[in-house]
């Protein structure tokens, strides 16, 4: 994309609301919401139809639905970085987001 982006802002831990991501505080709330299953989720999705519309907010769904089907499955059968992500810095990214204690993380 060319952008300033703070891959932290996935964890909450980035030094900007947003992580230099558009609407980046609104998605983070969005998956948040979905993955906590909570009060919030129905508040979080509105607000995000209203700030990106219809088919951006059900895009997101969709890539909150995916990630956390990959990563059920990855942790369930304990897969672990292979070679080629590792090369291309994905030990780097869990480094960043401070995924490291856990289990499916580890090299």
Do not use: W, Y
């Amino acid at each position: 994309m060319g952008a300033d982006v703070d891959i932290r802002i996935a964890t909450g831990r980035s030094d900007t609301a947003d992580g230099g991501v558009p609407h980046g505080a609104l998605l983070r709330r969005f998956a948040t919401a979905v993955l906590d299953d909570g009060d919030d989720l129905l508040p979080a999705r509105e607000a995000l139809i209203d700030a990106v519309g219809d088919r951006a907010a059900a895009q997101a769904a969709s890539i909150v639905g995916c990630f956390d089907g990959l990563n059920r499955v990855a942790d369930a059968t304990g897969i672990r970085l292979d070679p080629e992500s590792e090369a291309t810095g994905a030990a780097k990214i869990i480094e960043t987001l401070e995924f490291e204690e856990l289990g499916a993380a580890r090299a």
